[in-house]
């Protein structure tokens, strides 16, 4: 499945520029993460997925979600697939691009916070840097997920949630910091007085944890 997206390419490339994967949330495009390219290193690949399925409003999404069944609140399968469809994506990319000494970093919002987190702790070999805002861990997608110390201890975690978040509750998120903690990973773990999105003290501190 080849995923359309966004690019922002600095001015000079070599096999170590910089790379920051962005994945947007339920119902939202390529666009939504991609503004934050401004603020961003200038010297970085800046890459924003669409997900391949459409919603309502002209959105899109990783996989469908049934709000009145919480047993099956995720399309599992769907889930897996977008997830397969990204990794593709992101080797895809890296390789054409030659970053062989690159650094791979994801930012994910919502149902792309999600996916992040399974990306990044199914294979973090392949990345550096990693936020996770207003998002959870699914357990339904992270069998396999890697337990060694040693494979994690490069990662770099934010993690940031609304206190008032109405649809992701910020418990989950709570939680998705526990399961950090417990696998021994770096993260830093923020809760800013907002819904479900990315207030500007949210926003800067997003940007100083890329900036270092």
Same mark, same amino acid.
């Given at each position: &499945?080849?995923?359309?997206?966004?690019?922002?390419?600095?001015?000079?490339?070599?096999?170590?520029?910089?790379?920051?994967? #962005?994945?947007?949330?339920?119902?939202?495009?390529?666009?939504?993460?991609?503004? $934050?390219?401004?603020?961003?290193?200038?010297?970085?690949?800046?890459?924003?997925?669409?997900?391949?399925?459409?919603?309502? $409003?002209?959105? @899109?999404?990783?996989?469908?979600?049934?709000?009145?069944?919480?047993?099956?609140?995720?399309?599992?399968?769907?889930?897996? %697939?977008?997830?397969?469809?990204?990794?593709?994506?992101?080797?895809?990319?890296?390789?054409? @691009?030659?970053?062989?000494?690159?650094?791979?970093?994801?930012?994910? $919002?919502?149902?792309?916070?999600?996916?992040?987190?399974?990306?990044?702790?199914?294979?973090?070999?392949? $990345?550096?840097?990693?936020?996770?805002?207003?998002?959870?861990?699914?357990?339904?997608?992270?069998?396999?997920? /890697?337990?060694?110390?040693?494979?994690?201890?490069?990662?770099?975690?934010? /993690?940031?949630?609304?206190?008032?978040?109405?649809?992701?509750?910020?418990?989950?998120?709570?939680?998705?910091? %526990?399961?950090?903690?417990?696998?021994?990973?770096?993260?830093?773990?923020?809760?800013? &007085?907002?819904?479900?999105?990315?207030?500007?003290?949210?926003? &800067?501190?997003? #940007?100083?944890?890329?900036?270092?």
């Amino acid at each position: &499945m080849n995923l359309d997206y966004l690019v922002r390419e600095p001015e000079n490339i070599t096999s170590s520029t910089p790379i920051l994967f #962005m994945l947007h949330g339920y119902g939202s495009n390529e666009q939504d993460l991609f503004s $934050f390219r401004e603020t961003l290193p200038q010297d970085w690949i800046i890459i924003s997925f669409r997900a391949p399925r459409d919603t309502q $409003f002209e959105g @899109y999404s990783w996989y469908d979600i049934n709000f009145n069944d919480p047993e099956n609140f995720i399309d599992v399968p769907q889930a897996k %697939e977008s997830l397969n469809a990204v990794l593709e994506s992101i080797l895809k990319i890296v390789n054409n @691009y030659g970053l062989t000494e690159s650094k791979v970093h994801l930012c994910g $919002f919502s149902q792309g916070g999600i996916l992040c987190y399974a990306l990044a702790l199914k294979y973090p070999e392949l $990345f550096t840097n990693i936020a996770c805002l207003s998002a959870y861990a699914e357990e339904k997608i992270l069998d396999g997920i /890697v337990k060694d110390k040693k494979k994690l201890e490069k990662l770099r975690f934010f /993690v940031s949630h609304g206190t008032d978040d109405a649809v992701i509750p910020i418990d989950w998120g709570r939680k998705a910091a %526990e399961l950090l903690y417990d696998l021994n990973c770096y993260f830093t773990f923020r809760e800013y &007085m907002s819904g479900h999105g990315v207030n500007q003290k949210n926003y &800067m501190d997003l #940007m100083d944890f890329f900036s270092k």
